[in-house]
């Protein structure tokens, strides 16, 4: 409640080493894109959201790592409003900042994510 975000994969450590066990081109792909899951989750917390009931959302509570993996990796439009308001941007322009972001970053990694902001983008110029 008061704005505070930790970030750790201590909790996930047990069930990704015996899940990943060998593999570790797998592994660094998938910690890579949970990294962003959980970074975006915190950073909401530390602009005073709380966790999502509404939507699928990167705000929901994950307590398990097969849960943040399934988990969404955007705000549902509640919590993107409240952040917007709060931090007062462009929605128009942030999804073409992250869809830049994301093709820099991997466009393999994460084409389900770019391709799911080039659709809203579209809806949302329209």
């Known amino acids: 409640m008061d704005g505070c975000g930790v970030f750790s994969f201590r909790r996930y450590y047990d069930e990704m080493s015996s899940i990943f066990k060998g593999s570790n081109d797998n592994l ?3 910690v890579t ?4 899951k959980i970074m975006l989750h915190e950073v909401g917390h530390l602009f005073n959201l709380s966790h999502c009931i509404y939507f699928n959302c990167v705000m929901n509570g994950c307590n398990n790592y097969v849960e943040n993996m399934n988990a969404w ?5 509640i919590c993107l409003r409240k ?3 709060n931090l007062k941007f462009d929605v128009l322009e942030r999804f073409k900042g992250l869809i830049k972001g994301l093709i820099k970053l991997s466009s ?3 084409s389900e994510e770019i391709s799911w ?3 809203r983008l579209e809806n949302l110029q329209k």
């Open 108 to 110: 393999e990694l994460y």
């Open 117 to 119: 902001y080039r659709a």
């Open 73 to 77: 990796f955007e705000f549902c439009p």
């Open 83 to 85: 952040i917007c308001l």
């Open 28 to 30: 660094l792909k998938k």
């Open 33 to 36: 894109k949970l990294d962003g």
